[in-house]
């Protein structure tokens, strides 16, 4: 007869057969541990189920049966499986460490983040760390739009139903203090052998404040528990004798009763610890025959419970019922706690949208308070609920994909703290899963919680902010016995010990306070963060109307003559540069360098464990920023930096630069002052988004004291600095762009069809261009009166005099960065240079390697940095006018006329071969129909006898292998119905298209189709047909759709073009001739 068994922290329910009775299984759910009732029997022994033979492919032939939720269902389990497989490995590694220090709570699996030195604490050597990304509350952004939901026709948007009107009771509830305030000497160091030679250690202790606690179980005769007072650190008395179920066992909160489920009898079982004998049982298993939930508030009580049951309460000690509870219909287990005086009860009901508190003195409820619900008004899953240690605060944790933190004051029941965090609590603190106490722990100040035993969550500033390490030996129960300490099980497997563990006040105090002003976890050890303003921020409409050009000339800054007329060294020998960013004005450059190398050491070899003399404290820094002086070459600063950063921007006059983070975390930016090196401010504009949402993608300076940043959820704002007050913002695709003077910034519209002119510092709209801006990349003459916009491959050219476009052509090549050469020529992707008279590539450039390209030009010339050579190892800054005078004689002695293989004007063969099986369509006509069409409409003539051809064939062929299935008809989902066996021949319909060009191919698409059921994601066989005859219907039928579907290119580009008439390397020295990429 099968056992049903229920998990009392999940709820997950399990059948199971009669071979596992009396022996405990884990929960696949929340890994903990489920005792089956009943009595093992000693004869009886797993049975091993019998290896079945090679299955034969099974599936689902019937009208209107879908494959794919069978496929899904069965993908989804082994998912499940394996997921939970690898949790309990992880959770089951041994300790290859020796027994470490009780105290060193950090030993193990420190994460690891980046940039960001490592602070000590006494007690706590270099460990743990801040939770890397760790989540600020939900954002609160006014007049900050989200993207906007699409207007789909047909598709209603679903509206946010009203918040429920609820009948409350009215608050009348008395705050219930612990009996006793229970207070440890923090200079004493609290450690208790748990005797445990093999396993990880067992600990009870009280869910309420307490001084007390019990080390080891008492499964069987045996087994002996022994309970402690922890002030003392001595022995309180010794349990044996009796057998109690450890995971249905609870202490109570003075240390005076152990009260236990036993195992088979189901009951529970009063030990008088003092005494050390049983009092009695209090019969249980009647009413509740999996009693899991239980507990003994303020130790003059026992009261259990159990989904859609009344709630008992017995005496302590008498054992006689006070009284039965009828709980509200529905409620949630996990919402059931207890004040730490044992008076208050709380629970939450009516479909979780109801928190009630009860007094247990007289069983009435004397309170109630709306529950937290989403944001589309919907209840939230309670995780638990948990008194302050004082009893004055409640806090909840809710959610299942996004937690939320809610704390209430239990005098008023007003909710004084709300923390919403854009992910799952469980899902981000590392060792969460494997935690089994209640998931919320009050620090004694009420200043911070313990979540999930790993992260602590700050009052203030939300978090988590700091992260503790998981035990590998097992994770046991961890309690704050004061602000600074932590009660748990450490040590290696064999030598565990009940001990006090101290948190690192300082390292959490300075996370805590990063937090607070905007950061994460890898802000500390950074410079100061300023939190980022909103309050007042505007929206732009960039699908407004144009209006009128409104739009003048913007010429840069006028360079002084002779500028960087020869190479500017920017390094010392042995340094690279890695980034180079050149001021509006061309009249400062910063680039970032690595750190000089440091210098042989000579110094004697240090006697053992004694430092070298004159041997260098401070470690050298991560990144150092040099600025230089471009007119006068001197090298005016450099700034040395402890963290990675990526050099993002200058401004104006050079006097500022930015710079934010790399890697996964680049949220955060930061302004250092070019002059002194000071840092100036910085900030994480994108904290409060969601997680995808916070990572700066683009930053630029508007003036000295703005900025516009675009985040990674395509958010654009002006900030003004210091004070990181946002100015106005809007939503864009991509990176805006300045004009030459400043004066204008260009931004895609709304719908990507146009692109506008806005004051960069007010936001005021004066004019607009259509063009399309998906992809676009925009670039300014220096004078400011033209603007040049490459998209892919197709070049327009506009006067912004008049905004009116001077003309549109299309190169082979396109790029992501485009700058004027002159008057006449483009630089796309700092490599093909356009001459836009000829309106093709004519030359091919390529910085020296282990150079690099500056972004834009303010003199009309291209500037770069290449080193010198490879005798001295330094790097120079260059500035060169394109084309070169080699490249000048070479094209003004050709002419300049770009050959195509295929364009307007040519001709192709076609050479179509579709063989068709008998009773199929033959679509070679439609193809040839079709391909003939395409190329009509790009000026291309179909003819026969030309060196193009574009070659198309089609045929089946079997593979020689056999299917074979179990089918079920007239059922769905594969249950009940006829079955019969189905055996295939498998065949593929082979689809091969190919263009070429006197023997070289210039594209290919190849692809198959089979006949094999697992290909079709519906199958319905039609009357009168029979499966074989169906399936290869639908086989020479898609492949057909996909024959048809193909779009042959509509021009295809020689070397010339793409390459152009010559290529040349920019080194430090001049241009150095190289061969065309096709070898030309």
């Known amino acids: 007869?099968?056992?049903?068994?229920?998990?009392?922290?999940?709820?997950?329910?399990?059948?199971?057969?009669?071979?596992?009775?009396?022996?405990?299984?884990?929960?696949?759910?929340?890994?903990?541990?489920?005792?089956?009732?009943?009595?093992?029997?000693?004869?009886?022994?797993?049975?091993?189920?019998?290896?079945?033979?090679?299955?034969?492919?099974?599936?689902?032939?019937?009208?209107?049966?879908?494959?794919?939720?069978?496929?899904?269902?069965?993908?989804?389990?082994?998912?499940?499986?394996v997921v939970a497989l690898v949790v309990v490995v992880v959770i089951m590694l041994p300790d290859k460490a020796a027994d470490p220090d009780p105290n060193d709570f950090a030993r193990q699996n420190r994460p690891v983040i980046p940039q960001m030195p490592a602070p000590r604490a006494p007690n706590f050597p270099r460990g743990p760390r801040p939770v890397p990304g760790g989540m600020r509350p939900a954002p609160n952004i006014p007049n900050v739009p989200n993207i906007p939901t699409p207007n789909i026709p047909n598709i209603p948007v679903p509206k946010v139903p009203e918040p429920p009107k609820l009948d409350l009771i009215a608050w009348n509830v008395e705050v219930d203090p612990p009996a006793e305030i229970y207070e440890f000497d923090v200079e004493k160091e609290i450690r208790i052998p748990t005797g445990d030679r093999f396993g990880t250690g067992y600990m009870l202790l009280p869910t309420m404040p307490t001084a007390f606690v019990s080390v080891g179980r008492n499964s069987?005769?045996?087994?002996?528990?022994?309970?402690?007072?922890?002030?003392?650190?001595?022995?309180?008395?010794?349990?044996?004798?009796?057998?109690?179920?450890?995971?249905?066992?609870?202490?109570?909160?003075?240390?005076?009763?152990?009260?236990?489920?036993m195992p088979f009898e189901g009951n529970l079982l009063v030990y008088d610890i003092k005494a050390k004998k049983p009092l009695g049982k209090i019969p249980t298993k009647q009413q509740y025959p999996f009693l899991r939930n239980f507990e003994l508030p303020g130790s003059k009580r026992i009261v259990a419970w159990e989904s859609n049951k009344p709630m008992t309460i017995w005496s302590l000690p008498a054992g006689d019922i006070e009284r039965t509870m009828e709980l509200p219909k529905g409620f949630e287990v996990q919402s059931i706690s207890f004040s730490p005086g044992g008076r208050l009860m709380t629970v939450i009901h009516e479909s979780n949208k109801i928190l009630r508190v009860y007094d247990l003195d007289n069983g009435q409820p004397v309170g109630e308070v709306a529950a937290p619900l989403d944001e589309r008004n919907r209840a939230e899953r309670c995780l638990c609920l948990v008194f302050s240690q004082d009893g004055k605060e409640l806090a909840g944790l809710f959610g299942t994909f996004k937690s939320r933190l809610v704390t209430w004051d239990v005098e008023n029941g007003k909710t004084v703290v709300d923390h919403k965090f854009g992910e799952s609590l469980r899902s981000i603190i590392k060792g969460a899963f494997g935690y089994r106490a209640p998931p919320l722990e009050w620090f004694p100040d009420r200043s911070k919680w313990l979540v999930y035993g790993h992260a602590i969550v700050d009052r203030e500033a939300g978090g988590p902010v700091w992260s503790a390490p998981v035990d590998t030996a097992g994770t046991a129960t961890r309690r704050m016995i004061d602000n600074e300490r932590v009660l748990t099980i450490s040590g290696a497997r064999g030598n565990r010990t009940v001990a006090s563990l101290k948190l690192p006040k300082e390292e959490i105090d300075t996370a805590i306070t990063v937090v607070r002003s905007g950061g994460n976890a890898a802000d500390v050890g950074l410079p100061p963060l300023t939190l980022p303003d909103q309050k007042t921020v505007r929206t732009i409409d960039t699908a407004a109307e144009f209006g009128d050009w409104q739009v003048k000339s913007d010429p840069a800054p006028k360079l002084p003559a002779g500028l960087l007329s020869k190479p500017l060294t920017l390094t010392s020998p042995g340094q690279q540069v890695q980034q180079a960013v050149l001021s509006r004005s061309g009249t400062r450059l910063v680039s970032k360098v690595t750190p000089k190398p440091r210098a042989a050491s000579t110094t004697t070899k240090p006697a053992k464990n004694k430092p070298a003399e004159n041997e260098p404290t401070e470690k050298p820094p991560k990144t150092l920023l040099s600025v230089s002086d471009v007119a006068s070459g001197d090298r005016l600063k450099e700034i040395p930096l402890t963290f990675d950063c990526i050099l993002t921007a200058v401004n104006a006059d050079g006097t500022r630069c930015l710079v934010r983070t790399p890697g996964t975390d680049q949220g955060r930016i930061d302004v250092f002052s070019t002059d002194d090196g000071s840092h100036i401010v910085g900030w994480r504009p994108y904290q409060k988004e969601e997680k995808r949402k916070r990572n700066v993608v683009f930053a630029t300076f508007i003036d000295d004291t703005h900025v516009l940043t675009r985040g990674s959820g395509n958010q654009v704002v002006l900030w003004e600095i210091p004070s990181c007050k946002a100015i106005y913002s809007f939503e864009t695709r991509q990176n805006p762009t300045l004009s030459s003077g400043g004066r204008y910034l260009v931004v895609p519209g709304k719908t990507n069809q146009d692109v506008r002119f806005y004051e960069p510092l007010t936001g005021q709209l004066r004019g607009g261009l259509k063009s399309l801006a998906i992809g676009a990349v925009c670039a300014f003459h220096p004078n400011g009166e033209r603007l040049a916009i490459i998209n892919g491959g197709t070049i327009k050219l506009w006067n912004l005099k008049d905004g009116k476009m001077e003309k549109e052509f299309r190169v082979a090549l396109g790029g992501q960065t485009l700058k004027w050469c002159g008057d006449r020529y483009l630089l796309t992707g700092n490599r093909s240079l356009i001459d836009i008279e000829k309106e093709l590539i004519v030359w091919t450039y390529a910085v020296a390697p282990g150079g690099l390209n500056l972004e834009g030009s303010p003199d009309g010339r291209h500037w770069f940095v290449a080193p010198t050579s490879f005798i001295d190892r330094t790097m120079a800054l260059s500035a060169v006018s394109l084309p070169h005078p080699d490249a000048v004689a070479k094209l003004s002695a050709t002419a300049l006329k770009a050959s195509t293989i295929l364009g307007p004007g040519s001709k192709v063969s076609l050479n179509v071969n579709i063989n068709a099986p008998a009773g199929m369509s033959n679509a070679s006509n439609q193809f040839k129909q079709h391909v003939t069409s395409v190329f009509k409409q790009a000026g291309i003539t179909v003819a026969a006898g030309q060196p193009i051809v574009l070659t198309a064939t089609m045929s089946r062929q079997s593979t020689g292998k056999t299917l074979e299935y179990q089918l079920t008809e007239g059922s769905r989902f594969g249950i009940g119905g006829n079955k019969k066996e189905l055996k295939l021949a498998e065949t593929k319909v082979n689809c091969n298209i190919s263009l070429t060009y006197r023997g070289k191919s210039y594209g290919e698409s190849k692809r198959f189709f089979s006949n094999d059921l697992v290909s079709f994601f519906n199958v319905r066989i039609p009357e009168g047909k029979s499966a074989e005859q169906y399936l290869a219907e639908q086989q020479w039928q898609n492949a057909t759709k996909h024959m048809l579907a193909y779009i042959p290119p509509k021009v295809i580009y020689s070397a010339d073009a793409r390459y152009g008439f010559g290529s040349s390397q920019l080194t430090a020295k001049g241009f150095k001739a190289m061969p065309l990429p096709t070898g030309k």
């Not at 489920?34 to 004869?43: K, Q, T, Y």
């Not at 045996?222 to 007072?229: A, C, G, H, M, N």
């Not at 057998?243 to 909160?253: A, I, M």
């Open 1 to 81: 007869m099968p056992i049903l068994v229920e998990c009392d922290v999940c709820g997950k329910k399990y059948r199971l057969g009669e071979d596992r009775a009396g022996t405990t299984i884990e929960c696949k759910e929340c890994f903990g541990e489920i005792d089956v009732p009943g009595r093992r029997s000693r004869s009886s022994s797993p049975r091993r189920a019998a290896a079945p033979n090679r299955p034969v492919r099974r599936h689902s032939i019937s009208p209107g049966v879908n494959p794919l939720l069978i496929i899904g269902g069965i993908l989804g389990g082994i998912l499940f499986l």
């Open 220 to 261: 069987n005769d045996r087994e002996k528990s022994t309970v402690y007072d922890l002030r003392t650190r001595k022995k309180v008395a010794e349990i044996s004798g009796i057998r109690l179920d450890h995971n249905v066992s609870r202490l109570s909160q003075d240390g005076k009763f152990l009260v236990g489920r």
